[in-house]
């Protein structure tokens, strides 16, 4: 492998990073890789027997086929709201050496390790600290996340100039949830994300409907799975 891990992130909160990222888990778990993951900080968490859990991580455990602790989800906030601020109204300080720390470990136990950022690159997680900022401290390269609708190629296009701008390798740009009749914003976003984020459109992911969470990354991993451009997906994330 060329590299150990790969970091996900999006153009957007919502644009549906857990799904890929919990999906790309599936896809790599099946073919024999001891894939782990990481959620580093989460909020809108969950209480579930007195504990808060990170849905998001839960579902990333999930699809590797890995034990859910604190490694793979080491800051979980209540608050749904920016990190930095829940953390601050919460009393929590995220230590980026902590989270380094939990990385190497996950490291340690794996082949190939899967990090999910929160919302985009520069999304506060402490003081003026960023998520690019755990990006460069974890030396990861990047997958984009975005979505297909209107004023996604603004988006797109930004997060990857930005990325290249603060030294980031940016390996590709995944498409979320591309609808099975696309309308005419829809229908022209994969090429041009392709042509002009500087960056390769290495998937198109559709959109399942009636499905959420695990049900949806089963559906999504065994279509892909079939798909040629899953193996260049695969090959470019450094996990071939």
């Known amino acids: 492998m060329a590299e150990r891990g790969i970091f996900i992130t999006g153009t957007d909160t919502g644009v ?20 782990g993951v990481m959620k580093p900080v989460t909020s809108g968490c969950i209480e579930r027997d007195g504990t808060l859990i990170s849905e998001d991580a839960e579902l990333l455990a999930w699809a590797a086929g890995v034990p859910l602790d604190e490694a793979c989800a080491p800051y979980r906030l209540r608050t749904p709201i920016a990190p930095s601020v829940a953390a601050s109204r919460e009393g929590v300080k995220i230590d980026f050496n902590h989270l380094k720390d939990a990385y190497e470990t996950l490291r340690q136990r794996h082949d190939f390790v899967i990090v999910e950022g929160a919302g985009g690159l520069m999304v506060p997680l402490s003081g003026g600290m960023l998520v690019a900022d755990l990006m460069s401290l974890l030396k990861l390269s990047l997958l ?29 740009v995944i498409v979320n949830s591309y609808p099975e009749s696309p309308d005419m914003a829809e229908e022209y976003a994969p090429h041009l994300i392709d042509s002009l984020s500087g960056a390769p459109l290495l998937g198109v992911f559709p959109r399942i409907e009636g499905a ?29």
């Open 144 to 172: 984009v996340v975005a979505r297909p609708n209107l004023g996604t190629i603004n988006h797109t296009v930004l997060t990857c100039y930005a990325a290249r701008q603060l030294g980031l390798d940016v390996r590709g």
């Open 212 to 240: 959420e969470g695990r049900a949806m990354v089963e559906q999504l991993a065994a279509r892909l799975a079939t798909e040629p451009t899953t193996r260049i997906l695969v090959r470019e994330i450094g996990c071939a």
């Open 16 to 35: 549906g990073k857990t799904i890929v990222a919990a999906t790309i888990a599936r896809l790599l778990r099946d073919r024999g890789v001891n894939v």
